[in-house]
């Protein structure tokens, strides 16, 4: 039996735990450096970053969902960007990866967003496979663009220096 729940602060070791397995299957383990602390304080603090749901199967954690909120100018509204969709291995075939980008897009539908939006990797044909039977449009005409690290200081600090 599946279930959906909002995840709370007594679930960011278990978010934190989920977060690393997804990037071990993502081959990004390197890059996950997340702490429980941080899931706590940015997930669930006085001004929260982010929501998450988590799955059960018959008990179990089975896997979950991560998004926020962004802005479009264009469609003067805001829209929902699915960071995180994972569903542990032994639980898959379940229709668990359905059914949470569903409820994602339920939350989406009913908080009248103008979309939701999420990236996947390239490699990760069955993914790609699964969103495309769903209807997902793929934005091919747009690259992904991200500042990180060193590159992101060098840009705050010419941003800094021109003050």
Known sequence: ????????????LLLTTLIRELAE?????HEANVTENEIARDGFGATPKFRAVI?????QTAGYALFFEFYSTFQG???LFLEDLFVRPDFRKHGIGKALLAHVAGIAWKEHQFCMRWEVLDWNTQA????TKLGAVYLNEWKAACLI????EAVA???????
């Open 55 to 59: 799955a059960e199967w018959n008990g």
């Open 25 to 29: 299957f993502e081959r990004l383990i």
């Open 149 to 152: 690290g060193d590159a992101l």
């Open 1 to 12: 039996m599946l279930s959906i729940r909002p995840a709370t602060v007594a679930d960011a």
């Open 128 to 131: 790609i496979d699964f969103y």
């Open 157 to 163: 600090q010419e941003a800094k220096s021109q003050k």
């Open 77 to 79: 509204r805001s829209g």
